[in-house]
């Protein structure tokens, strides 16, 4: 009588060798994305979970969502490998944080105007900040209240520069700046 025994090796689990985010800047309102790589002594195919935690929420994916990003939002990233049947130890990033990010400005000022010269000025921050407006450069008589923005032309032709800032109070400014031409039409804006 024959017998054979089978033998069959144990499966072994994979490691994570590395996470990398594959931004250098993190910013509020923009996406965070990572890729990791692992090892497996079996040379298994790898499948890889990524857990990020933002505020102890939880998000599934390789990319964080832009609208989970927030300066001051505590966020941390947590990967596992799978070989099909095991599963790494947790390979963990804390501390991720989105730096300050500058206001835009979302409004133009008007193309024409004919002696008044109104302006809603307009900017949005991406970290929700109230933002403040200053003139930095203006022609005589040109007034900034709140966001408005009111200057009235008197008499002759020329060119005015003028050059608004907008402030988030946390070290995140833009700056906009146009020429007014009076006596003349058109305006440049930048």
């Known amino acids: 009588m024959e017998s054979s025994a089978e033998t069959v090796a144990a499966n072994t689990p994979p490691s994570i060798l590395s996470v990398r985010i594959l931004h250098e800047a993190i910013s509020a309102g923009i996406g965070i994305s990572a890729e990791a790589q692992g090892h497996d002594p079996d040379n298994d195919l ?3 979970d ?3 935690s933002v505020n102890g929420e939880r998000f599934y994916g390789e990319a964080l969502p832009g609208e989970h990003v927030r300066r001051g939002e505590e966020i941390s990233l ?4 799978f ?5 790494s130890e947790p390979f963990e990033v804390p501390g991720i944080s989105a730096a300050n990010s500058p206001p835009r400005f979302v409004s133009s000022p008007p193309a024409e105007f ?3 010269f109104i302006y809603e000025v307009k900017a949005h921050d991406p970290d929700g900040d109230e933002v403040s407006f200053a003139l930095e450069k203006k022609p005589e008589g040109m007034t900034l209240n709140g966001n408005r923005l ?5 008499g002759g032709e020329g060119r005015a520069e003028v050059v608004i ?3 988030d109070g946390h070290g995140g400014s833009a700056l906009q700046s146009f020429r007014l031409s009076v006596g003349k039409e058109g305006q440049d804006a930048e």
Do not use: I, M, T
Not at 150 to 154: D, G, S, V
């Open 150 to 154: 009111e200057w009235e032309a008197k």
């Open 46 to 48: 790898l499948s890889y």
């Open 165 to 167: 800032s907008a402030d």
């Open 114 to 116: 004919s002696g008044l």
């Open 83 to 87: 070989d099909g049947d095991d599963e």
């Open 50 to 52: 990524f857990v990020w």
């Open 78 to 81: 947590r990967v596992a490998a």
